[in-house]
T-cell receptor, first 116, second 116 residues
Framework: KAGVTQTPRYLIKTRGQQVTLSCSPISGHRSVSWYQQTPGQGLQFLFEYFSETQRNKGNFPGRFSGRQFSNSRSEMNVSTLELGDSALYLC???????????????FGEGSWLTVV | AQKVTQAQTEISVVEKEDVTLDCVYETRDTTYYLFWYKQPPSGELVFLIRRNSFDEQNEISGRYSWNFQKSTSSFNFTITASQVVDSAVYFCALSEARQSGSRLTFGEGTQLTVNP
């Protein structure tokens, strides 16, 4: 059974540009969430999608957005990139409700974004 | 608000030593879920265990064991007879049932180095 797949794995962008990251959850999983990991802030929750609807949102500016498609695949977008957006972006999937229902949450390998 | 604290930033041991990683959490919810993840240098968060707040039975799985104590709000993780391949960053995480969907709050992580 394939795990959570994220693309691209590595990318370099320039300040002011935008970036789109993609995530394919484990087959059958309907919840997809995104996390940002930086050395200074650690692992922080960005948002969660379930059945194409955003169900949860962390404390990030509006430059960070996401969406989920009917096949549960998800994308996140960061517009007007800043140097501080350099981070590892991790996607996670779970069957239905994730932690709140006790489902296990599985993570992908992440997308390493460097903003120069 | 929920909070997870991993007081040990770095631990270094020699192979075959036992090592315990500490995790203390805060939550006002009566139903919650605790997780441990392992993060090797590749970046992927590898799921190790999930424990429900209403199940205080401790668990042993091979060289891994977990000690969950609600009275002290702790969920510690022990590796017996450590191996070099255990070297990674280990994260403790919490999810509250009162939140809709899945949202993990992570600790700061503990960098474990096992030396040959």
């Amino acid at each position: 059974k394939a795990g959570v797949t994220q693309t691209p794995r590595y990318l370099i962008k320039t300040r002011g540009q935008q970036v789109t990251l993609s995530c394919s959850p484990i087959s059958g999983h309907r919840s997809v969430s995104w996390y940002q990991q930086t050395p200074g802030q650690g692992l922080q929750f960005l948002f969660e999608y379930f059945s194409e609807t955003q169900r949860n949102k962390g404390n990030f500016p509006g430059r960070f957005s996401g969406r989920q498609f009917s096949n549960s695949r998800s994308e996140m977008n960061v517009s007007t990139l800043e140097l501080g957006d350099s981070a590892l972006y991790l996607c996670a999937s779970s069957l239905v409700g994730g932690g709140s229902s006790g489902n296990t949450i599985y993570f992908g390998e992440g997308s390493w974004l460097t903003v120069v | 608000a929920q909070k997870v604290t991993q007081a040990q930033t770095e631990i270094s041991v020699v192979e075959k030593e036992d090592v315990t990683l500490d995790c203390v959490y805060e939550t006002r919810d009566t139903t919650y879920y605790l997780f441990w993840y392992k993060q090797p240098p590749s970046g992927e968060l590898v799921f190790l265990i999930r424990r429900n707040s209403f199940d205080e039975q401790n668990e042993i799985s091979g060289r891994y064991s977990w000690n969950f104590q609600k009275s002290t709000s702790s969920f510690n993780f022990t590796i017996t007879a450590s191996q070099v391949v255990d070297s990674a960053v280990y994260f403790c995480a919490l999810s509250e049932a009162r939140q809709s969907g899945s949202r993990l709050t992570f600790g700061e992580g503990t960098q474990l180095t096992v030396n040959p």
